[in-house]
């Protein structure tokens, strides 16, 4: 009996899986394929071999948007996980009111929901470096400055990482939050018989209990990071200087300005393999979780 | 009972795959073999239809043809200018007795000009290609994707002499243009006024431009008294991205990105007297905004329409854009705005315009070649009006020669003042990866104006990427 239920899942998986090679595998393969020629604007297929790869080596730009790439991922992933513990915690343990919780979840989940145009045209607006601008309209009347600041061109970096984290609290939060719900009132209840406070309960029951959520946001929201580009594309387009240029944005640069659709997949390649490797990574911590 | 429909569902896998396989080689195909047979298909087709048609076109006609047009841009008066063509030849066809009635069907779009390029490959590709489209600068691209018919054919005395030359590859004509707009250098008479020059100085100055007595670094010198003398805010901006404006700025100050055999060149000291030049006057004389490349084309467009910036260089046809910008009709524009050569420089021989005509190919798919041809030699001929009136619109002069001298173009208070310039235009060959070139230059035009970077450094980065991305880049 136990060996047909398995069996049953086979024909339901099928047509996934065929859905799957045609739009994922086989375009994979035709990615990995492009990598090895200079396909141009022309779109003839000429092979160069490793020509692409070596260019990605010798490339100066490479050392720097490796650097920007592992910043960004890094501060964006560090502040998300921060905030989302932050903002869980607090709406979760310490608002016990679940109408008010309810209504900070949803703040925190319209960054998530506004379309990325919109939101990258907001963060611009209000950055704007004339004197119009409404954070410079802010700064000029705080520090009585006559001389507005170009912010996008002078904390590019810094920018993107905020616009970016404000986008991914919501998931990470919900997330938590429905974590921190189902650990068991008991343990709470043990705690504070025992005299434990409050930052003893966060950091003795929360998030020892939480522990394998923290890895899965933190491994799920790198793999975001490391593939999503689109607001940083938005805001400074990977400017000024290269000073926000990652690699999954290089990889659209290459192709889709440059047209040089043979270089852009080979960049492509590189990002797929260390996302093939973050997704072992996370398989293990899923694996370990249910075991 | 497992291992059995595992093994199947393997099989049922392995033949989804291997049908998938299949469609790539095909997709495969289609991006080499694939392209040759669509190639050999259309050609088959073509032969046949010139045959086939050309006899029968001959005593009897095509009967009822629709053809499509694919377009791209704010200037749909290209297309009308087709649409136009096809009803002068269809009345043409009626006055002979010839059974043939075209439908022009158009289809505009206005995305990026790389992503329609894109899609006119892509679509070649499946065979589905418009008959007739409008093509970018890289002509080359197209010719390689084989896209577009050769139309060297078509191409008559009447057109402005060497107009073709940006879309001719290896001595073949791919690509007919439809105007011939000027880049330029325009500027705001008023904001001359405002710091006290006389109209007689305001009026000769463009001759003076003309004579190259007046030079680029005598107009630069004027870009800061302007601003000094509280004229206007700006000096001198330009276009918030990149763009071949920057190649003139580049010949104006006697740099080259090409050589005589068409080939792109990297001049170090070209490209360092340019740099240094955008640098000076964003962080040194503050004649440009040092965030301009963050500004959009409306901001910009705005500053230049009511004279918050003195100057603009530019294609003539962006004026449109500045005069809706500040509100103003074409008359009162014309009062306002001066557009002149660029002035002869220190390093140059002389004063100079660029030519920059847009142009319509033909679809090396399409089943009625001869037809669109005949649409193209109508435009130069009894139809060139029509050409007239997109040239008169878009603030170009015309490609046809017999269309400058019509009234439209003028008694045009914007191009009647500027068809002199006509004999000053450079007409630039197709040149490969200049696209990529003028990418690498305004990366670090961005860097120089915001003053995040040094002239040395900006020069050394874009020479390291243009040896690493650009295959046949010759260095001087």
């Not at chain 1, 939050?177 to 018989?193: H, N, T």
Request: charged residues 15%.
């Amino acid at each position: 009996m136990k060996k047909m239920q398995n069996g049953q899942a086979y024909p339901f998986l099928t047509p996934f899986m065929i859905l799957v090679s045609i739009f994922y595998i086989v375009p994979a393969i035709l990615t990995i394929a492009m990598s090895l020629t200079g396909l141009d604007s022309s779109f003839v297929w000429e092979w160069n071999n490793f020509n692409n790869y070596r260019k990605i080596l010798l490339d100066p730009n490479t050392g720097k948007i490796v650097l920007n790439t592992v910043v960004f991922v890094g501060c964006a992933i560090a502040l998300t996980i921060v905030l989302d513990l932050v903002i869980a915690v607090l709406v979760t343990y310490f608002i016990k009111n679940e109408s008010i919780s309810s209504f900070f979840k949803s703040l925190i989940m319209i960054p998530m929901i506004t379309p990325a145009v919109v939101y990258s045209v907001l963060w611009i607006w209000l950055l704007d470096a004339s004197e119009n601008g409404v954070v410079n309209q802010l700064y000029m009347g705080v520090t009585n400055s006559a001389i507005p600041l170009n912010w996008i061109a002078k904390y590019p970096m810094q920018i993107v990482v905020m616009a970016t984290v404000l986008t991914s609290l919501g998931f990470g939060a919900i997330n938590f939050s429905s974590a921190i719900k189902s650990i068991p009132e008991d343990q709470f209840k043990a705690a504070r018989i025992d005299g434990a406070g409050e930052w003893e309960i966060v950091s003795g029951i929360i998030l020892p209990n939480i522990r394998y959520h923290i890895q899965f946001i933190a491994l799920w929201e790198t793999l975001g990071l490391l593939t999503n580009y689109v607001t940083i594309m938005l805001i400074t387009d990977g400017g000024p200087s290269m000073q926000t240029e990652v690699w999954a944005l290089s990889a659209y640069h290459k192709a889709f300005t440059n047209q040089q659709y043979g270089y852009g997949a080979a960049i492509s390649m590189v990002l797929i393999f260390v996302v093939m490797v973050l997704m072992l990574l996370l398989n293990k911590v899923t694996s370990r979780r249910d075991a | 009972m497992k291992k059995l429909l595992s093994v199947s569902l393997c099989a049922v896998m392995a033949a989804s795959l291997a049908a998938c396989g299949g469609g790539a080689g095909t997709g495969g195909g289609a991006g080499t073999g694939g392209g040759a047979g669509v190639n050999a298909d259309a050609g088959t087709g073509v032969e046949g239809g010139n045959s086939g048609t050309g006899e029968s076109g001959g005593q009897d006609g095509y009967g009822d043809v629709t053809l499509t047009v694919g377009f791209n841009g704010d200037f749909t008066t290209m297309v009308d200018a087709v649409i136009g063509a096809a009803d002068s030849l269809n009345e043409k066809y009626a006055a002979e007795g010839i059974d043939t009635r075209i439908t022009i069907e158009a289809d505009y779009q206005t995305i990026d000009n790389t992503e329609f390029h894109n899609n006119i490959v892509f679509a070649h590709k499946s065979g589905e290609a418009p008959d007739i489209f409008i093509c970018d600068t890289d002509v080359a691209g197209f010719v390689n994707a084989g896209c577009v018919l050769d139309i060297t054919d078509v191409i008559t005395d009447s057109m402005v002499e060497g107009i073709c030359t940006p879309c001719t590859v290896d001595g073949k004509v791919y690509a007919m243009p439809f105007d011939l707009p000027l880049r330029v250098i325009y500027y705001n008479k008023n904001d001359l006024a405002k710091i006290g020059w006389s109209q007689e100085q305001i009026d000769s100055l463009p001759e003076q431009i003309q004579s190259g007595e007046f030079t680029l670094e005598d107009f630069t010198a004027l870009c800061q008294e302007v601003v000094e003398k509280g004229g206007a805010t700006y000096g001198m901006v330009h276009r918030p991205g990149a763009g071949n404006d920057f190649y003139d700025l580049l010949n104006a100050l006697g740099g080259r990105y090409y050589n005589e055999e068409g080939q792109l060149v990297f001049d170090e000291a070209g490209i360092t007297r340019l740099f240094q030049y955008l640098y000076d006057n964003a962080q040194t004389t503050k004649i440009t905004p040092e965030n301009l490349n963050q500004m959009g084309w409306d901001t910009i467009n705005q500053m230049v329409g009511t004279g918050e910036a003195f100057a603009y260089f530019g294609p003539m046809f962006s004026a449109t854009y500045v005069a809706q910008a500040a509100g103003l009709e074409t008359d009162a524009f014309a009062q306002q705005e001066q557009f002149v050569l660029f002035p002869k420089s220190a390093y140059s021989d002389g004063p100079f315009c660029t030519a920059a005509p847009q142009f319509m190919s033909i679809s090396a798919d399409t089943q009625y070649p001869e037809l669109c041809k005949e649409i193209f030699k109508e435009l130069q001929g009894d139809a060139s009006s029509y050409l007239a009136h997109h040239s008169a619109e878009t603030y170009s002069l015309s490609s046809v020669k017999a269309a400058n001298e019509m009234e439209e173009i003028t008694s045009s208070t914007i191009l009647s003042p500027v068809t002199y310039m006509a004999d000053y235009a450079q007409h630039i060959p197709a040149v490969d990866d200049a696209t990529t070139l003028r990418g690498l230059i305004f990366e670090q035009i961005t860097s120089l104006e915001l003053g995040q970077t040094t002239v040395e450094q900006a020069v050394q980065d874009v020479k390291t990427q243009a040896q690493l991305n650009i295959d046949k880049i010759i260095m001087e």
